[in-house]
Each structure stands twice: as structure tokens, then as C-alpha cells.
């Protein structure tokens, strides 16, 4: 008999995980998915904030739990992050009492119950997806407005305060190695596992040959990927004649105006997930920069299954292994002259194999199972 059919699991998600298309949700939609196929049962409880009740979800889960985030200004006076205080809900402790079945809590900003007296002998699991206070460092960076800046540098600093929760985690799983070595100055080693990102490819289907453009994409409203978008735009691509796209979720009228200045250069505005296939498979580079290094960005291990040539920067493969699936370009000319050489190199079949042997360690089914196995030893230990 499956092991895993006696497993009920709950999941709680910072975000409805539906549609899958962009990074958390990608991993906690591909997770219920698989885990669902293993036959763990999945109660998923999710804050919703615009992207409504999604009956697509219950095909995977024994219940869905919705709970409204109390996003506005009075969630900011806490000492507590913003990000967690907007995710704190009564009912959501009163479901979680409903059983003894262990808790997953798919990124910090859904740990406002982790320490939880009520909660002390349940098993409780921590998904990493950034090192947060990081994250927000950076995005505070990026941030032209000053509003904005403030905002994001005290929830940084609320944020770094507010991690020693996670030493009531039983076990932390995060997405990539460089993560692993910070949270384990702070966690026991055997307690933080490297568990790499979820995602919805299950094998590699890169095309061979030639395409016909270059291909940037990201969520836009994002300041750290408009900054590297914007960076693209004004330094490799403003006097370039090759095609380029940008692609992606929420982009602002400045981006919209500064790319209408250059005849080589479309903007692609919320596309579905079938137009995204289809731009990725005709891409001839797929050009990805970023000016911080946490987490893990799963639009390389996307790009990886199904797209050609991988032009990156350093701080994008930060902890993933996989530098040597891409070339690395650290500075403008570099990046220039390396995509020069892409835009009339063919993928081949090599290219491919060679894909499909290192991304063995990304392979869903293998992270389903290591994940099972986590579940079964803390459930029966």
C-alpha cells in the first residue's frame, strides 16, 4: 500500500496558487499537484486578494480554505511584518484545530502561526522562498519612489526580526543552496533541507535550431524586474537591431513609454500561459539578469525546460547549480557581445541531452517523492 495515501498535509498558501504564473505560486500549485498525484490528502488554505475563489483548485485538494488578506494602512502598525500581519485570520487557526495532520507554510509571509502555543505538538514544516529581509533590501534598492523605499526597508528590518520564528519549524525546506548555508547559521543543519522550486514542466522540451528573437520576461510590477528590464532596454538592446521581447504581468506606463522609443523592442502586457509557451519557444536567447541573489528564480528553471540559448548574470544562478547550463555575462559588454554570438549559434540535440542530465535533480517526481518521505518520517518518528 502507498505510504503516502494515509498522509494528510495542510498547505498554507500566502496567495490563491491559481493561475500558476509566477514564481511562489508556481511552486505551491505544482506541489499540491504532485503531491495530490502521490495521493496525499491536501487541505489548502490560501489569502485572497484579487485573484478570487478558483474551483480549478479542488480537483487536487480534500478542502480549499479562502481567507480575505486585510491589506491597507492598519496592518502596517504592528511590529510585525506587513506581509505576515495582512495573512492573520482566526478561522484559519480553527481549521488548522480541526486534526493533528502536519502544516506547511509556504513562505514567511504565512508564518504568523508558527510559534502558535496552540500548535506546539504539531508537526510543522517551513517552505523557504527568499531570504526575505534580503529580498526586500533589494527591492528597496530598486524603488524610485521614496514612499515605496521606506516601506520596503522597514519590512526588511521587520522581517529579519521576525525570522527567529522559524526555529519553531520542524524541518525548513528552501529552493536553493545559498539559502540552505544562511538559515543554517541561525537552524541545525539536519534541520534545513535543500528542496528545489516546483514547477510545471515534467520534461525537457526545449526546441532545437534558431529562433528569431531575444526574450526577457518576469512579473513587471516587480521593482527588481523592472529595474532589469529597464537596464536591458536603456544598455544591450537601445542601439541593437535584434528583435526583443518583454514579457510579463502588470508593466507601468514608463515602462510602456520608454520601450514605444525603440523600433526592435515590443512589450508582450499580461500574456496567458499558452502565449508564454509559445514566445519561449520561439526565442533564440532567453536574457535574464538580476541584481539580487536570494531564492530561486523559477523563470530559469522554466526557461531551461523549454527555451534555447540561456544568457544570465552570476547573481541569477546564486545557489542553483546550474551555471553550467547557461552562459554568464557579468557586465554590459560581455552581455552584448554574448548575445551577439547566441542570436546565430543552433540548439542542438547535445544542447538538449545535456539539459536533461543536470535538471535530473529539478525533476518533479523526484522532489514529490524526497517530500513524501519528509512527511512520512515526521508523521511516524
Known amino acids: 500500500m502507498n505510504n503516502s495515501s494515509k498522509i494528510r498535509l495542510h498547505v498554507i498558501s500566502f496567495d490563491v496558487p491559481y493561475p500558476a504564473n509566477y514564481g511562489g505560486v508556481i511552486d505551491v500549485y505544482h506541489k499540491i499537484r504532485l503531491l495530490h498525484q502521490h495521493g496525499v490528502q491536501v487541505i489548502l488554505h490560501c489569502f485572497e486578494y484579487g485573484r478570487g475563489q478558483q474551483p480549478h483548485l479542488e480537483q487536487f485538494c480534500e478542502k480549499v480554505f479562502y481567507y480575505p488578506r486585510r491589506i491597507g494602512a492598519t496592518s502596517n502598525f504592528s511590529l510585525l511584518p506587513y506581509i505576515v500581519t495582512s495573512r492573520r485570520h482566526d478561522e484559519l487557526l480553527k481549521n488548522l484545530l480541526t486534526d493533528n495532520a502536519p502544516i506547511l ?21 517551513y517552505r523557504e522562498s527568499n531570504i526575505e529581509h534580503q529580498y526586500y533590501q533589494h527591492l528597496a534598492k530598486a524603488e524610485k519612489k521614496l514612499i515605496k523605499k521606506v516601506f520596503f526597508l522597514i519590512e526588511a528590518a521587520k522581517l529579519r526580526f521576525f525570522q527567529r520564528v522559524l526555529t519553531h519549524a520542524d524541518l525548513t525546506l528552501v529552493v536553493a543552496e545559498d539559502d540552505q548555508q544562511y538559515l543554517r547559521k541561525y537552524l541545525p543543519d539536519e534541520k534545513v533541507i535543500f528542496l528545489p ?12 535550431g534558431i529562433g528569431n528573437y531575444a526574450l526577457f520576461q518576469g512579473k513587471l510590477s516587480v521593482p527588481e524586474n523592472k529595474q532589469a528590464a529597464e537596464y536591458l532596454i536603456k544598455e544591450v538592446f537601445s542601439e541593437s537591431t535584434i528583435p526583443f521581447i518583454v514579457a510579463g504581468m502588470d508593466p507601468d506606463d514608463s515602462l510602456n513609454k520608454l520601450i514605444a522609443r525603440h523600433q526592435n523592442i515590443t512589450l508582450l502586457a499580461n500574456p496567458d500561459q499558452k502565449t508564454m509557451e509559445t514566445i519561449t519557444a520561439g526565442a533564440q536567447v532567453n536574457i535574464m539578469v538580476t541584481f539580487q541573489p536570494t531564492g530561486l528564480k523559477l523563470k530559469l528553471i522554466n526557461t531551461l525546460y523549454t527555451g534555447r540559448h540561456c544568457l544570465v548574470n552570476s547573481k541569477m544562478l546564486a545557489g542553483t547549480g546550474l551555471d553550467s547550463l547557461c552562459t554568464i555575462a557579468n557586465t554590459t559588454t560581455l552581455l552584448k557581445s554574448e548575445l551577439e554570438k547566441l542570436m546565430k549559434t543552433p540548439f542542438t540535440v547535445e544542447d538538449r541531452k545535456k539539459r536533461e542530465i543536470i535538471l535530473h535533480r529539478f525533476n518533479n517526481e523526484e522532489k514529490a517523492h524526497e517530500l513524501i518521505g519528509y512527511l512520512t518520517n515526521t508523521t511516524t518518528g
Do not use: A, Y
Request: include cysteine; glycine fraction near 12%; charge should be positive.
Open 105 to 125: 507554510f509556504e513562505g514567511l509571509h504565512t508564518c504568523g502561526l508558527l510559534g502558535n502555543k496552540l500548535l506546539k505538538n504539531r508537526v510543522k514544516i
Open 197 to 208: 522550486s516546483f514547477h510545471g514542466n515534467d520534461s525537457v522540451s526545449c526546441p532545437t
